[in-house]
């Protein structure tokens, strides 16, 4: 794995060509030394990552079929470029043009997908090997570019995209035993400090005062106690831009409580810190890339331990908004916690719109696997703008109901509502309905439910473990209102503009 990868160019730059299975070369190629006969070699298909070297100066790399060139296909190959250039020993490499498939039609597409391959796939995390694993470490850095603008811009993208990704990863990653609530409030500042975020940390203490009964009872039983972390991204003339908030569930560790997990549903639960995890990453990806938007994370960071504090089955709490709430399972932790960040959200960030991301229900996994993340969301602009942004994100999500007849199915007999309902039926929706008690009458929100997709199995780029998925959602959903904050600005002064003559 190469410790950097960076735009740039440098003299001695491995050429890289790409090469569907139709073997059919720009015609410009074929006067470069070697390749005619590295489009010969025995063996050589054009399928996806194989590769044929073209004397010391240039690679054929095979994209596959273009008629399946997609920027999913087109990562892996980037994924590929990354491994094998780092075999060779490559400081620079320049990605030239294909000239069918995506590439043709939309360069900038085309290199930001390969260079986001190039980035998230060799990844792992670092630091936990032992003196028993002989592994090397990365090192090396990669200077990347390309004859065409378009694919350079994209190329550019994709790496500042995929290091945000990179850096989710590597917070989902962190064990529990280091990463806990307070590890996470000070990975928040450090970013902070170095992206001049705003930052705020609520700690146990003032949560309790503020009466954010749902963060402090889940946080409670933990000698690691809980906290709410609150990140600003506030662009120029920020009093125009819109202002989205994005919420996240961070649980550092979901023992279940006095529910406790059993069959060792418990391991992997390091992952139930994810939603936070991704909102970090996307606000990172929105600093850097400064959008016009307005953006606020918030972070409700918990550890749900037992012990002898710990909240327990049929305890009643209270909300930041009076709300009351039976505790059924101390299993469905995350809406607890959430309950009070999208209060607070509501009551003192007043954004434009809000999306919460989380781990939230096993159900959702059931229900959809691990191709998609399930949504909710009542509001037509919001709904048709998250659909745009998975679409160009291709972190895809399925829309799923949400009714007032479900608000029911939380009624509790003692309290407001249960945090699990008497029904076994429509977990996912359960917790959409529960945390609908927590946003304002007519603020636009959306609950993405991440469960299924933050970390995988096998997965065809990101191999097993996590996939730091949300952070390309949310980039680009804030992106879709940078456009509508440029168009409407420039709208807005036109009429104030002095006329000539
Ligand atoms: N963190 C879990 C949800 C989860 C399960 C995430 C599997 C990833 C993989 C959540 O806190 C939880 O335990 N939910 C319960 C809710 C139930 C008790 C209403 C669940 O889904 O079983
Ligand atoms: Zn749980
Ligand atoms: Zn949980």
Known sequence: MFKSISIGSASGAIRVLPVFKDLVLPSAWRSISGVAEAIKAPGFKGDLGEVSPAGSKAILLGLGDAAKSKPSVLRRFGSRLAAVLERMGAGAASLEIPTTGLA??????????????????????????????????????LRITSPDR???????????????????????????????????????????????????????????????????????GSTQKPCLIILEHVPRGAAKAPHLAFVGKTLTYDTGGYSLKVNNGMKGMKFDKSGGCAVLGAIRAIAESRLPVRVTAVLPAAENMV??????????????????????????????????????????????????????????????????????????????????????????????????????????????????????????????????????????????????????????????????????????????YADRAVTSRARGRSPQRPRRG
């Open 307 to 480: 012990a002898g504090d710990s909240f327990r089955p049929d305890d009643v709490i209270s909300f930041m908004n009076g709300v009351t709430c039976e505790v059924t399972n101390t299993d469905a932790e995350g809406r607890l916690v959430l309950a009070d960040a999208l209060c607070f959200t509501c009551e003192r960030i007043k954004p434009d719109a809000i999306v919460d991301l989380a781990t939230l229900t096993g159900g959702v996994v059931v229900a959809l696997g691990s191709h998609c993340a399930g949504y909710f969301c009542e509001d037509a602009e919001l709904t048709r703008r998250i659909e745009g942004a998975a679409d160009r994100s291709g972190e895809k999500v399925w829309r799923l109901p949400l009714w007032e007849e479900h608000r029911g199915l939380m009624r509790s007999r003692i309290a407001d509502i249960v945090n699990s309902g008497a029904k076994r039926g429509a977990h996912p929706i359960q917790g959409a309905a529960f945390l609908s008690f927590f946003v304002k009458p007519g603020m636009p929100w959306a609950h993405v439910d991440i469960a299924g997709v933050s970390d995988d199995e096998g997965h065809e780029l990101f191999g097993s473990g996590a996939t730091g998925y949300g952070v390309r959602l949310l980039l680009e959903l804030a992106r879709s």
């Open 104 to 141: 043709s039609r939309d360069p900038k597409e085309f290199g930001r997908a390969v260079a986001e391959g190039m980035l998230l796939g060799p990844w792992r995390i670092e630091g936990y090997d032992g003196k028993a694993t002989e592994r090397t470490a990365p090192s090396g850095s």
């Open 150 to 220: 378009l694919v350079l811009e994209g190329l550019a993208d994709g790496l500042l995209v995929a290091e945000s990704v990179n850096y989710a990863r590597f917070l989902q990653s962190t064990p529990p035993n280091v990463a806990h609530p307070q590890w996470m409030a000070s990975q928040a500042r450090a970013l902070a400090r170095r992206l001049r975020l705003k930052a705020r940390v609520i700690d146990f203490a003032e949560a309790r005062r503020l009466g954010m009964g749902g963060l402090v009872n889940v946080g409670m």
